[in-house]
């Protein structure tokens, strides 16, 4: 069976061990617009004689006025330096953190990154990306005088100021330089670049300007798939680019990318010290949209076809050293419509069924926080479910998104440090939102982290309109139940909440029978069932569905069922490190339909009913913060009893 794999790339982290090499540290320092002229003679003058000192410049404005000639054009070919001719005797001393931590923040991204991206737990940033022409250009316009937008955001003023916010805490800054060939078009223009070795000279020489001219830290190279017949032409080039940069800027940083096909490229040769520092596995999309049924998209392990994490590693590490390795993780999730709920189910596709999405962590999360969360300990990948339809008139289906959480997220970093592997890294930046939950975790495997103390909350009932009982709210069926909680201010953060109808706990003190959520501030629960409100299974066919009418509560009467009384529901919260609460019993009073009991003496109903406040923010989370049942996407779809914005 043939994978496709879509292009990912993850962030490296900050160098928490002493010991370890330091990143590079470059200061961008303003230039006149004229100064930039020069920078391809500079560069000129750095290939062919010992190196001098460096002053950066910042890029033009923005503008459809603005120049966007390449920086190498004034570097001839004939300057550039031998093959190897620049590496140093001995082995060389590669330009990563002791652990890296390495992030991809792509140009769609750019706008919010100030708020969601934590440089303090980086140690490579990467800008997602620039794309390499066919005749050895960094594309900087194109055809029609435009600015493509990875470019347009490489020189934008807000990049310059992270970057350089990046660098002064000791943040490795590179530039992604992409070529894809996912389509016979892209793969003839791959083949054209790297077959000519003239061509892949000028893309070194235009690569090694641009570092220069900008003050970035290296490049990282997206190359993929790699067509079968230029897998050796990739492996010149990289050592081509090394050479040329141990002259026009010592120490930088050279990674590439692969998918899980790694015999497509030469790996040793590419990871040899006169080539790149470090291989970046991109350890995601092993299910892509056209699955034959829902799982994960970045298996850990995977039972039933063995194409997963940690065989993929094991090939990989047959042909690097472990040192040489980063494990890319996905920030983003995979969405079919199925033929059922249960995990595994078949996909479903039709004009009138919603396709196969792909939401990033925080839309995947609040779907989870509205219905509910699972967990695949052998994929290492949690999932939820759900009722949606595609329009007004369209079938109501199942829907699952699988995604990786801080569990997931935390198993396959564990995972890499037992491998041995450099670090690990995470498409994409901004995917988490200001959720602070996935970072964490990086404090928690890589950065020493210590929590032990498990959080303490509280909850209560929206009693409806039905009275109490012996002091306890009546419920006659799904009810709401609001939460409350906080962590200790030095903790690891909310990750979940749990109820049950029981009070038994298993050896981790996590209740048995019970439903998961996200943190979040309310949840619809079955006091009789015990479950995770949930419509009923919809009818696999093609016609609309008729929106069922509101359920009416029958009016007490003599012979009506006795099956009434008192119930504990059980409730308790988890943080990021796996601590679990003791669990908090909330009293209800349960009166299923018809067994409605009378008021009590002095009570009327409308008056005794609960209120409880607002729910406060939403967080998966860290510190006290909790997640409001309010959807941040769209509204629900009307008629369906329990359904999630979809992703």
Not at 58 to 80: C, E, F, R
Not at 395 to 419: C, H, M, N, S
Request: aromatic letters at 8%.
């Amino acid at each position: 069976m043939e994978f496709r794999y879509r292009r990912v790339v993850f962030p490296s982290q900050r160098d928490l061990a002493s010991g370890g090499a330091g990143p590079l540290r470059t200061s961008v320092q303003p230039m006149s617009r004229p100064g930039r002229a020069v920078v391809g003679a500079l560069l000129a003058v750095l290939l062919a004689g010992p190196v001098v000192a460096q002053s950066p410049s910042i890029p033009p404005p923005v503008g459809p006025s603005a120049p966007v000639a390449p920086l190498a054009s004034a570097v001839p070919l004939a300057s550039a330096v031998p093959l190897a001719s620049a590496v140093p005797s001995g082995p060389r001393v590669r330009a990563l953190a002791e652990r890296e931590v390495f992030g991809f923040l792509p140009y769609w991204k750019l706008s919010d990154a100030a708020q969601t991206v934590d440089l303090d737990r980086l140690t490579t940033l990467a800008w997602f990306g620039i794309e390499a022409g066919p005749s050895g250009r960094l594309i900087r316009q194109t055809s029609t005088g435009g600015i493509p937008n990875g470019y347009l955001g490489w020189i934008d003023p807000d990049w310059k100021a992270l970057m350089a916010e990046a660098q002064a805490k000791g943040v490795r800054v590179v530039m992604t330089v992409e070529r894809f060939s996912w389509d016979a078009g892209a793969a003839r223009r791959t083949v054209k670049l790297l077959s000519n070795p003239k061509a892949r000279t000028r893309l070194a020489n235009d690569i090694a300007a641009e570092l220069v001219a900008t003050g970035a830290d290296g490049v990282n190279l997206d190359f993929e798939p790699m067509p079968s017949e230029v897998r050796d032409e990739f492996t010149q080039f990289v050592r081509e680019l090394r050479s040329v940069l141990e002259v026009a800027k010592p120490g930088s940083q050279i990674t590439f990318d692969i998918t899980a096909s790694v015999d497509s490229y030469d790996i040793a040769a590419l990871t040899a010290d006169d080539a790149a520092d470090a291989v970046f596995l991109m350890a995601y999309d092993f299910r892509n949209g056209s699955a034959s049924y829902a799982a994960s998209l970045a298996p850990l392990v995977d039972a039933v076809t063995g194409f997963d994490i940690q065989s993929t590693t094991a090939k990989l590490l047959s042909v690097a050293e472990p040192g040489n390795v980063i494990l890319g993780l996905p920030w983003y999730g995979r969405a079919w419509t199925t033929k059922g709920p249960e995990p595994f189910s078949p996909t479903r596709s039709g004009s009138n069924l919603m396709g196969p999405s792909t939401p990033t962590y925080e839309a995947a999360l609040d779907v989870a926080r509205q219905n509910g969360r699972h967990y695949d300990p052998i994929a290492a990948t949690a999932w939820s479910v759900y009722v949606t339809r595609y329009c007004d008139t369209c079938p109501e289906t199942w829907r699952q998104v699988w995604y990786d959480d801080v569990d997931g997220f935390g198993d396959k970093i564990r995972f890499a440090l037992d491998e041995g592997l450099r670090g690990v890294g995470m498409w994409a930046l901004g995917n988490t939102g200001t959720l602070p939950g996935m970072w964490t975790v990086i404090d928690l495997t890589i950065g020493g982290l210590v929590d032990t103390v498990a959080p303490k909350g509280q909850a209560d009932i929206q009693a409806g309109s039905l009275g109490r009982k012996q002091a306890s709210p009546v419920v006659d069926g799904p009810i709401t139940v609001q939460l409350s909680a906080q962590d200790d201010q030095d903790g690891s953060g909310l990750a979940f909440v749990r109820l049950s109808n029981g009070t038994d706990v298993d050896e981790q003190g996590a209740l048995v029978e019970g439903s998961t959520w996200p943190a979040t501030g309310s949840v619809l629960w079955s006091v009789e069932e015990g479950q995770v409100v949930v419509p009923p299974a919809p009818k696999p066919t093609n016609k609309p569905r008729k929106t069922p009418k509101p359920r009416v509560t029958p009016e007490p009467s003599e012979g009506s069922p006795v099956y009434q009384g008192a119930r504990t529901i059980s409730v308790q919260w988890r943080d990021v490190a796996g601590n679990w609460s003791e669990p908090v019993g909330v009293d209800v009073w349960y009166a299923p339909d018809g067994s409605v009991p009378a008021p009590e003496a002095g009570t009327s109903p409308s008056a005794d009913a609960s209120t409880v406040p607002a729910s406060p923010a939403a967080s998966d989370g860290t510190g006290s913060a909790e997640a409001s049942d309010a959807p941040a996407g769209p509204t629900p779809t009307p008629g369906a009893t329990r359904t999630a914005a979809p992703p």
